[in-house]
């Protein structure tokens, strides 16, 4: 059997990571596209099997340097995605609207089998952010100019590699108190990263006819909810204090002044919204992939890092006890 070609843009990201060892795993090759080949290079190597992995370092708006990749292409998956704007091009509509546009007229031009795009959750019902408001115009292009893309819609990714979960241990590890946007009343389903990617594997080895659909984990938690679940994983007690809109929005101005942003007005615009299934599309249980890895059980496995002694606490073993006894 040939062996099929991924071409995989964003793949140095969360989520690339895992994909790129279950594509190349299960016998796809892959090629993924990023940015800087010097800083990212030895992390996508280290993912795959060699012979199974082809790394190209390009801008993502060289279009004739990435034109080129999609004629040895079968899928086409794009991950790239950011979080807040930044200056010099990284704009929320280049990245999140033109590029994918751009490569939904490759896929057509190339007759590639399948592009696989990842949007995020909420889009619909998030109207004055700017991110949603992006996203939704990206999906819109995709599905105009390449209508069998298959779209993902994932709640909050989570993993021990990711940018929420880790992030949130550390800084809950090191504030006295921690603010609550909105009460910390916003719902989210988290979904395991290789919950998502066991998605993204099935579609692309197996086809499905659904063409938006909405990636959730197992339940639903408020974002205090969360906050507590970390809480009781590093074994830290925090006081979480409810922020009224005029100091968050204060807050959110000063914080995304800062190179890496903690919080920006638009992030916070975004979490006025649940970010949970909309009930207009089909959600991964609805193809028959629910997703069965849990936030609390997942994060368990890491977050003995976050508590007194890091690495060398022997109270993740104590902690496994105390659980088991309860
Ligand atoms: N993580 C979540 O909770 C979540 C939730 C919903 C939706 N999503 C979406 O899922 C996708 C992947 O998420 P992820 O968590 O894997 O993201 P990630 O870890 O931040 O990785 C995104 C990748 O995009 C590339 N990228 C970032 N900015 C870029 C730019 N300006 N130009 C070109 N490439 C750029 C980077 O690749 P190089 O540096 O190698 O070029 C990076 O590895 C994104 O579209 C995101 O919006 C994520």
């Known amino acids: 059997m040939k062996v099929k070609n991924c071409l995989i843009f964003g793949g140095s990201g969360q989520i690339g990571s895992f994909l790129i060892r279950k ?15 010097h800083q990212k290079g030895l992390k996508i190597k280290t993912q795959a099997n060699a012979g199974y992995i082809n790394i190209v370092e390009a801008n993502i708006f060289e279009e004739e340097k990435i034109e080129k990749l999609f004629s040895q292409a079968d899928y086409c ?28 007229k490759l896929c057509k031009r190339y ?7 990842i949007s995020a959750l909420g ?5 004055d952010s700017k991110y949603a408001n992006s996203k939704l115009e990206g999906e819109k292009s995709i599905l105009e100019n390449f209508p069998k893309s298959i779209i993902l819609r994932p ?14 241990m550390t800084l809950l590890s090191r504030l006295p108190i921690f603010p609550l ?50 809480l009781s994983l590093i074994n830290k007690k925090r006081l979480l204090i409810p922020f009224p809109l005029t100091i968050a929005k204060l807050s959110a101005k000063f914080f995304q002044l800062l190179p890496k942003p903690l919080l920006t007005e638009d992030q916070l615009r975004l979490l006025k919204y649940d970010n949970i299934i909309s009930g207009k599309y089909k ?9 069965k890895l849990y936030f609390k059980d997942e994060v368990k496995k890491y977050s003995y890092m976050w508590r007194d002694g890091g690495e060398f606490s022997t109270e993740k073993y104590k902690f496994g006890d105390k659980e088991e006894k309860n």
């Open 155 to 168: 709640s909050i990714v989570f993993s021990n590699s990711d940018n929420f979960s880790t992030l949130f």
């Open 181 to 230: 946007y909105y009460s910390g009343k916003t719902k989210f389903m988290p979904i395991h990263c290789s919950d998502l990617t066991d998605i993204i594997y099935h579609i692309i080895s197996k086809g499905t006819e659904t063409q938006i659909i909405e990636c959730v984990g197992p339940e639903t938690l408020t974002f205090k909810e969360i906050l507590e679940i970390l």
């Open 283 to 291: 959600t991964n249980s609805d193809i028959g992939l629910p997703s």
């Open 111 to 117: 007759n590639l089998e399948n592009f696989i795009h």
């Open 23 to 37: 594509l190349t795993k299960n016998n796809f090759r892959v090629t993924v596209v990023t940015r800087n080949i």
């Open 123 to 127: 889009i619909n019902e998030a109207i």
């Open 77 to 104: 998956i794009n991950l790239v995605g950011i979080l807040y704007e930044k200056r010099r091009g990284n704009t929320f509509k280049n990245i999140h609207s033109i590029f994918p546009k751009i490569l939904s």
